[in-house]
């Protein structure tokens, strides 16, 4: 059978196919259909030939098969040292052997591919920085992402997740009116307590346009309210735009290029349109490196940045606190033994890995932050990147890969991890779930706000 | 014969060995794509340099990667390998004799006990290099016979020339071994996986740039591997 109903090469981009593929519950029909799929082996070449260039082609070529990107590998680590996990291995029985097979492949192979692509690799590219010749099998492992969706091979949720892209531009079902509506209903219930609070929709030229994670309208609106409460107190001027908001990118974990483009296309459009002074995003690290440090190449600038300065929230906080918009109570300083989880998508692919412990410095009674270790850029990912959180039939292999962030969390002897990445809490959530290791984790705004001092006069009146 | 192998065809094998690494530099830059690759290399060459330069320092000194640091042992029998496989050739006083012959010209040459040395340690670090590749799951499970043969071809010319060298039976055999072998050795450097020779550096730069460009160098904070 050359295409299944619902497991095929194209993508999802109607709202029937999407709940057909939704109605298959865990994708038991998608999986076996998957079984049948015919590998368009001269697509598959065609397309290697074409956007294969010198970084990849000269990384399979000269890969020293040194061995010395194993231990770099959580996945490796985690799984007993199986050669297997070794990085390079993994992406050379796959993406090597397709290329070395000039892309003549059956379906078992690209089947095996998809397994190794998702649940073998996180795209978290800490490999890249101990392999002598630079080889990121990272960088890599996402080429490949691309190849096996474009013919069809990809875990069940992310063809939805990337369907659900195309479809509402955002990671969820959630449009427009149902986001214009969530911030106006946050508005509401939080100006009660914070006299003036506004979330302004659609503002033009304001000072900052902030954008977020589907997952805040959809699960937890009360991020959006918090973000709110920060800017409120800050003094900011600000705005969401109704169109545009959303900046995650399940996509690009699908590998799905093309619904990317058209994703942070949307972004910057809202930019142009509502031409803001600079943009914030939440707390989280594979929205940023969707829109802030990916986005600007798949849409094609030139200079490889969104079309105005786009800052993490992280940068935006410790900002605030520096300059003093956002003061702490000092006596509402944790005080107890707290660490950080640094995700890979904004510290080692963006660098900010300084400005988290700024903010730690005034968050935090001296002597009570802990570092993992290794931290910054050296951290491991949490074990849940890279689309790993969300794949069901991963979930045994995603649990494995949850043990190290658990060693390395032990070792620190914190019960409090601050983790500014939904992707990042996720994982340590599912992690305690799973191994009960009696810890709390949290993002940075619901502490931030708990230890704010509050000018007097945006206190609420006091009715005695 | 002799005559042939270090005159005509050594000067065939120079040329194709160099002019090929050659090319290949030339294809590996024209082969960097902005948009596929996701650098602006053009819009921040600066910190694209930077960032390039960082990083092959890093990875040529064998302290200044966390990868060298973590593995003393390796490093340092990875760094005497790379070493007398590249110094002796160019430093030994027989080839030196033979720049002169041709050329006019000659370098500094090793002292000959060092040029046994470091003949030597290549030689072992051969070994021992292939004594690893059997010793070690994860390393084990990536060798192909392609990278023993890789091996052989690096090593193969200072096993012949430290035969000949000692004298160790027919002389005239070994000299002419040797030079093959060290023909062979040159002629495979743009062809094999030894293009790495050059390949090294166009990789690390690549990588460096995409660092110093996007990945924090433009936001002051520089990897430290
Ligand atoms: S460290 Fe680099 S060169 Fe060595 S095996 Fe891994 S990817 Fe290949
Ligand atoms: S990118 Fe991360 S998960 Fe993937 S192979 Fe490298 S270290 Fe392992
Ligand atoms: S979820 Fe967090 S730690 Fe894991 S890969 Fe993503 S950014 Fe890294």
């Given at each position: 059978?050359p295409?299944g109903k619902?497991?095929?090469?194209?993508p999802?981009?109607?709202?029937?196919?999407?709940?057909?593929?939704?109605a298959?519950k865990s994708?038991i029909?998608?999986y076996?259909?998957?079984?049948?799929?015919?590998v368009?082996?001269?697509k598959?070449?065609?397309?290697i030939?074409?956007?294969?260039?010198s970084?990849t082609?000269?990384?399979?070529?000269?890969?020293?098969?040194c061995?010395?990107?194993a231990?770099?590998?959580?996945?490796y680590?985690?799984?007993?040292k199986v050669?297997t996990?070794?990085?390079?291995y993994?992406?050379?029985?796959?993406l090597g052997e397709?290329?070395?097979?000039?892309?003549?492949v059956?379906n078992a192979?690209?089947?095996h591919?998809?397994e190794?692509?998702?649940?073998?690799?996180?795209?978290?590219?800490?490999?890249g920085?101990?392999?002598p010749?630079g080889?990121?099998v990272?960088?890599?492992?996402?080429y490949?992402?691309?190849?096996l969706y474009s013919q069809g091979f990809?875990?069940?949720?992310?063809?939805?997740?990337?369907?659900?892209?195309r479809?509402y531009r955002?990671?969820m079902?959630v449009?427009?009116?149902d986001w214009v509506e969530?911030?106006?209903?946050?508005?509401e219930e939080t100006e009660?307590?914070?006299?003036?609070?506004?979330?302004?929709?659609d503002?033009?030229d304001?000072?900052?346009m902030y954008t977020c994670?589907?997952r805040?309208p959809?699960h937890?609106?009360e991020?959006?309210?918090e973000?709110a409460?920060?800017?409120?107190v800050?003094?900011?001027?600000?705005?969401?735009?109704?169109e545009?908001?959303?900046?995650t990118?399940?996509?690009?974990?699908?590998?799905?290029w093309?619904?990317?483009?058209d994703?942070v296309q949307?972004?910057y459009n809202a930019?142009?349109r509502?031409n803001?002074?600079?943009?914030?995003?939440?707390e989280?690290?594979?929205?940023?490196?969707?829109?802030?440090?990916?986005?600007?190449?798949?849409?094609g600038?030139?200079d490889?940045?969104?079309?105005?300065?786009?800052i993490?929230?992280?940068e935006w906080?410790?900002?605030?606190?520096?300059?003093?918009?956002?003061?702490?109570?000092?006596?509402?300083?944790?005080?107890?033994p707290?660490?950080?989880q640094?995700?890979?998508?904004?510290?080692?692919?963006?660098?900010?890995?300084?400005?988290?412990?700024?903010i730690?410095?005034?968050?935090?009674?001296?002597g009570?932050f802990v570092e993992?270790?290794?931290n910054r850029?050296?951290?491991?990912?949490?074990?849940?990147?890279?689309?790993?959180?969300g794949?069901g039939?991963f979930r045994?292999?995603r649990?494995?890969?949850?043990r190290?962030?658990?060693?390395?969390?032990?070792?620190?002897?914190?019960?409090?991890?601050?983790?500014?990445c939904?992707?990042c809490?996720d994982?340590?959530?599912d992690?305690?779930?799973?191994?009960h290791?009696?810890?709390?984790?949290s993002?940075?705004k619901?502490?931030i706000i708990?230890?704010?001092?509050?000018?007097e006069?945006?206190?609420p009146k006091?009715e005695? | 014969m002799?005559d042939?192998?270090?005159?005509?065809m050594l000067?065939?094998?120079?040329?194709v060995?160099?002019?090929?690494l050659?090319?290949?530099v030339?294809?590996y830059i024209?082969?960097?794509?902005?948009q596929?690759?996701r650098v602006?290399?053009?819009?921040h060459?600066?910190?694209?340099i930077?960032?390039?330069?960082?990083?092959?320092?890093?990875?040529?000194n064998?302290i200044?990667?966390r990868?060298w640091r973590?593995?003393?042992g390796?490093?340092f029998m990875?760094?005497?390998?790379?070493?007398?496989?590249?110094?002796?050739p160019?430093f030994?006083?027989a080839h030196?004799?033979?720049?002169?012959d041709?050329?006019?010209?000659s370098?500094?040459?090793?002292p000959?006990?060092?040029?046994?040395?470091?003949?030597?340690?290549?030689v072992?670090?051969?070994?021992?290099?292939?004594l690893?590749?059997?010793?070690f799951?994860?390393?084990r499970i990536?060798?192909t016979?392609y990278?023993?043969?890789?091996?052989?071809?690096?090593v193969?010319?200072?096993?012949?020339?430290?035969i000949?060298r000692?004298?160790?039976?027919d002389?005239?055999?070994?000299?002419?071994?040797?030079?093959?072998?060290?023909e062979?050795w040159l002629l495979s450097l743009?062809?094999?996986?030894l293009?790495h020779?050059?390949?090294?550096?166009?990789s690390r730069a690549?990588l460096?740039m995409?660092?110093g460009?996007?990945?924090?160098g433009?936001?002051?904070?520089s990897?430290a591997w």
């Amino acid at each position: 059978m050359p295409e299944g109903k619902i497991c095929n090469k194209q993508p999802i981009n109607t709202v029937e196919q999407l709940q057909l593929t939704l109605a298959d519950k865990s994708g038991i029909k998608y999986y076996e259909e998957m079984e049948h799929l015919d590998v368009d082996t001269d697509k598959l070449w065609a397309s290697i030939q074409k956007t294969m260039k010198s970084r990849t082609k000269t990384w399979l070529e000269i890969c020293a098969h040194c061995g010395l990107c194993a231990e770099s590998c959580f996945l490796y680590q985690v799984n007993g040292k199986v050669p297997t996990q070794v990085p390079s291995y993994k992406i050379q029985s796959t993406l090597g052997e397709m290329v070395k097979r000039k892309g003549k492949v059956d379906n078992a192979f690209m089947r095996h591919a998809m397994e190794v692509a998702w649940s073998q690799c996180t795209c978290c590219n800490r490999c890249g920085m101990y392999c002598p010749h630079g080889i990121d099998v990272g960088v890599m492992f996402s080429y490949l992402r691309g190849l096996l969706y474009s013919q069809g091979f990809v875990p069940w949720e992310l063809k939805i997740g990337s369907g659900m892209h195309r479809i509402y531009r955002a990671q969820m079902d959630v449009t427009q009116e149902d986001w214009v509506e969530t911030c106006e209903w946050m508005a509401e219930e939080t100006e009660e307590e914070w006299p003036g609070l506004e979330i302004p929709v659609d503002k033009k030229d304001a000072d900052i346009m902030y954008t977020c994670n589907a997952r805040e309208p959809k699960h937890y609106p009360e991020d959006i309210a918090e973000a709110a409460i920060l800017f409120h107190v800050a003094g900011e001027n600000w705005t969401v735009p109704s169109e545009g908001w959303e900046q995650t990118s399940l996509s690009m974990f699908a590998g799905d290029w093309e619904c990317c483009k058209d994703n942070v296309q949307n972004v910057y459009n809202a930019i142009e349109r509502l031409n803001p002074k600079r943009c914030i995003g939440t707390e989280c690290g594979h929205a940023h490196r969707a829109t802030v440090i990916e986005g600007p190449y798949w849409v094609g600038r030139e200079d490889g940045l969104p079309p105005r300065p786009y800052i993490h929230y992280v940068e935006w906080l410790a900002e605030a606190l520096r300059t003093g918009k956002l003061k702490i109570d000092p006596a509402k300083r944790i005080k107890e033994p707290v660490t950080l989880q640094d995700s890979c998508n904004y510290v080692r692919n963006h660098g900010l890995k300084m400005i988290t412990r700024e903010i730690i410095e005034y968050i935090v009674e001296p002597g009570y932050f802990v570092e993992m270790s290794p931290n910054r850029e050296h951290n491991y990912c949490c074990g849940g990147g890279g689309g790993f959180n969300g794949i069901g039939k991963f979930r045994p292999q995603r649990n494995v890969a949850l043990r190290k962030k658990m060693e390395q969390i032990i070792d620190t002897g914190a019960k409090l991890v601050i983790a500014p990445c939904h992707n990042c809490w996720d994982a340590i959530r599912d992690l305690e779930e799973e191994y009960h290791i009696g810890i709390r984790w949290s993002f940075l705004k619901p502490l931030i706000i708990s230890m704010l001092e509050v000018p007097e006069h945006l206190k609420p009146k006091e009715e005695e | 014969m002799y005559d042939f192998l270090t005159g005509p065809m050594l000067w065939l094998t120079f040329i194709v060995s160099f002019g090929g690494l050659l090319v290949r530099v030339i294809l590996y830059i024209k082969g960097l794509d902005q948009q596929l690759d996701r650098v602006a290399y053009r819009a921040h060459l600066s910190y694209g340099i930077k960032g390039a330069i960082r990083s092959i320092l890093c990875w040529l000194n064998p302290i200044g990667a966390r990868g060298w640091r973590i593995r003393p042992g390796f490093t340092f029998m990875f760094f005497l390998f790379h070493i007398g496989l590249l110094l002796t050739p160019v430093f030994l006083a027989a080839h030196n004799v033979m720049l002169q012959d041709a050329l006019g010209i000659s370098l500094p040459a090793l002292p000959s006990f060092l040029a046994d040395t470091l003949a030597w340690i290549v030689v072992v670090g051969g070994v021992f290099m292939i004594l690893r590749r059997i010793a070690f799951p994860e390393v084990r499970i990536l060798t192909t016979a392609y990278d023993y043969l890789v091996l052989v071809i690096a090593v193969a010319p200072f096993v012949t020339g430290l035969i000949a060298r000692y004298a160790v039976g027919d002389y005239q055999f070994w000299l002419l071994a040797h030079i093959i072998c060290g023909e062979i050795w040159l002629l495979s450097l743009p062809f094999t996986k030894l293009s790495h020779c050059v390949l090294f550096f166009m990789s690390r730069a690549q990588l460096g740039m995409d660092y110093g460009i996007k990945r924090g160098g433009m936001k002051g904070s520089s990897m430290a591997w």
